[in-house]
């Protein structure tokens, strides 16, 4: 773990250095294989790999002034956490891109099951039609164990993020800025909701970096990254949801969009997307679930089958599901007592099969293997 620890310095030290991307790096680890060894590099070397003059300087500088412990402990005071190249926790579907990031900050965590990911990205102006489909998809995906990355934009990211917390999913949001600079500010409480438990917040960005146009295109290609599949809800012709379309085409990710009303401009990107062949055209989640092969992902992963262990949880599974059912309802369904509802409602929590999303609601977070008769009785 120490030697963990002093080799994140130089990555971090990489990071704060300006036109030193992650080429530049990848030349310098191919000929020392060591990170430190890397940071240490001399100037001959640096000519030798073809770091341009204003790189080199930017280097040779950073080497001289930077505290690298100093610059560590100051992400690590704000419970950031950082994955790099070398960490076996980094997302393993990005690592495969072209030019993926040399380190992330990370605020919350990633799971095993964010390997099952979707992006859910489109414009920021969104219309009451785009609100409903996103709601819509993104709740299917949820429901069958997907996680949802989006950028935490306005409109539709916004809407994708809130809408898996409240069904109970995981989401992790991409940033354009620094990791402790959240943009919009007003998400600054959807990240923090984000973050406690239900997926990670992350960017390639250096503490205090503001959100600047030029950050989101390299922003874009991180979300596309870490999905099996981007799903464009409505996206203007030019707007960063196509960019976020064009990156995942280049990394061999599958493309679907809603169709919308032809003369509306939030439709017209997902609308040509569809017509030029680059976009599948679906009309809900399993639409998505099908063609990627997701149904019920949680099948596929080490804490997947859940049985329920008493009669009272196999009452309770005959009307769980993903939508949100109020515990009165659940007690009237089953016959059973508020009391015992309420108590075997926490025991699922505890056992990660239901989620509470607000108002006494509850939601099935993975579909169990019945191991009672619970078939529905007959009207």
Known sequence: MLEKMSEDKYWLGFNLVKRVGPAKIQALLSYYGDIQAAWEADSALLDKLGFDKRAKKNLIQARKTLDLDQELEKVRSKNISILTWDS?????????????????????????IDRWAVAVVGTRRVTPYGRQMTQEIVAGLVYNGVTIISGLARGVDAIA??????SGGRTIAVLGSGP????????????????????????EYPLGTEPDAKNFPPRNRIISGLSLGVVVIEAGERSGATITTKRALEQGREVFAVPGNLNSLASRGTNRLIQRGEAKLITNADDVLEELNLHMVFEHTAVQKALPET??????????????????????????????????????ELKGIVRQVGGMNYVMVREPEPAYDVTPPAD
């Open 88 to 112: 076996p926790d980094y997302p393993s579907y990005l690592r495969e891109v072209d030019s993926p990031p040399p380190l992330l900050y990370v605020v919350g965590r990633f799971e095993e």
């Open 161 to 166: 993020h809130k809408t898996a917390l409240e």
């Open 180 to 203: 402790d600079n959240v943009y919009p500010p007003e998400h600054r409480d959807l990240a923090r909701q984000i973050v406690r438990g239900r997926g990670a917040v992350i960017s």
């Open 311 to 348: 009669e009272d949880e196999a009452a309770l599974f005959e009307y769980l599901s993903g939508e949100p059912v109020h515990i009165d309802d659940l007690s009237r369904s089953t016959g059973l007592s508020s009391q015992v509802v309420s108590s075997t409602l926490t025991l699922l």
